[in-house]
């Protein structure tokens, strides 16, 4: 069994940056591919970074393309988003995902076996 526990979303205004963490439990983590995901109101969960088992293959979405960046901290189990440049439409709830099945980078949320309780993030005008 995985748990992830996301923290580091907040308030913050259009320009700034927030780093979130997704810490992982299990002595497997390393081997696990990691995504990063985001929902807002009335709108479906989207992938917006994912990042592969050893760190060296990463994916973004076009939305965050430049702006945002993921990776990972094996003696900690934990992985990061680092957000700069925020604008109003990246306000959403934030949630990590592991996949202990792949790799490599995973694109389909369906593959994603374990999921934090997610961290709000939003971002004023």
């Known amino acids: 069994q995985v748990q992830l526990v996301e923290s580091g979303g907040g308030l913050v205004q259009a320009g700034g940056s927030l780093r979130l963490s997704c810490a992982a439990s299990?002595?497997?983590?390393?081997?696990?591919?990691m995504g990063w995901f985001r929902q807002a109101p009335g709108k479906e969960r989207e992938l917006i970074a994912s990042?592969?088992?050893?760190?060296?293959?990463?994916y973004y979405a076009d939305s965050v393309k430049g702006r945002f960046t993921i990776s990972r901290q094996y003696a900690k189990n934990t992985v990061y988003l680092q957000m700069n440049s925020l604008k109003p439409e990246d306000t959403a709830v934030y949630y990590c995902?592991?996949?202990?099945?792949?790799?490599?980078?995973?694109?389909?949320?369906?593959?994603?076996?374990?999921w934090g309780q997610g961290t709000q993030v939003t971002v004023s005008s």
């Open positions: 995902a592991a996949d202990p099945n792949v790799g490599g980078v995973v694109t389909t949320s369906s593959e994603y076996d374990y």
């Open positions: 299990g002595r497997t983590f390393s081997t696990y591919a």
């Open positions: 990042i592969s088992w050893t760190g060296t293959s990463t």
